[in-house]
């Protein structure tokens, strides 16, 4: 069974600064998908990254990019000059080959002015 | 374009009551999934149905049961309601897109969600 760990309960950062959330996985799968989402306190989950376990280099979208350490098994996502816009919980989550999609438990990002 | 619609928003049932949550779709993707999501425990699949006319158990269907109506809609109906499925319920929709030799990615897209209370 697959097994997706976000340790960071929640995460204060000052506007502007880059910030990086945790997240670790394990799976068997030898090819596997694993995907940020953002929800905002509207409630939405809004897709945001998507790193392939075959792709040779990390992802990136706009202002977020995923660090992808494989041999580790572990997902950051890294969000540069951070907004206010950016306060929400961050859901990281993977799709094993044969497994549907398994998500963490989720980190609270606050960003302060 | 709306995406993946759902409603109702809002709902609060008695104990023991039924309700069908509605969920459309208009990406024109294949499968279609139920999460429900519980303070502090993200999201769990209750449901998903990887194309027209095929339905399959997620983590967590006891209570719960769905239909695919068409490609487009994939319908959760709870026939006996109890509080612990006081939850928010998410639908999504992706379509599995085969990477040669690398296997495949289907990237899932929600509807807002259903917030649910059971008195």
């Known amino acids: 069974a697959q097994k997706i760990t976000q340790t960071q309960p929640g995460m204060f950062v000052q506007e502007k600064e880059a910030v990086t959330l945790d997240c670790t996985y394990d799976?068997?799968?030898?090819?596997?998908?694993l995907f940020w989402y953002k929800q905002p306190s509207s409630g939405e989950m809004i897709f945001l990254i998507y790193q392939g376990s075959y792709d040779q280099q990390n992802a990136t979208e706009g202002r977020y990019s995923l660090n992808f350490q494989k041999a580790r098994k572990s997902a950051n996502l890294v969000i540069s000059a951070s907004q206010l816009g950016d306060s929400a919980m961050y859901f990281c989550a993977m799709r094993g080959y044969y497994e549907k999609l398994t998500f963490g438990t989720g980190t609270r990002l606050t960003i302060i002015p | 374009n709306a995406g993946v619609t759902q409603t109702p928003k809002f709902q609060v049932l008695k104990t023991g009551q039924s309700m069908t949550l509605q969920c459309a779709q208009d990406m024109n993707h294949n499968s279609m999934y139920w999460y429900r999501q519980d303070p502090g425990m993200g999201l769990r699949l209750i449901y998903y149905s990887a194309s027209e006319g095929t339905t399959d158990k997620g983590e967590v269907p006891n209570g719960y049961n769905v239909s695919r109506l068409n490609k487009r809609e994939f319908s959760l109906r709870l026939e006996s309601a109890a509080p612990s499925q006081t939850s928010v319920y998410f639908c999504?929709?992706?379509?599995?897109?085969?990477?040669?030799?690398?296997?495949?990615?289907?990237?899932?897209?929600f509807g807002p969600g259903t917030r649910l209370t059971v008195l």
């Open positions: 999504a929709s992706s379509e599995a897109k085969s990477l040669s030799g690398q296997g495949i990615t289907d990237t899932q897209y």
């Open positions: 799976t068997s799968d030898p090819s596997y998908g």
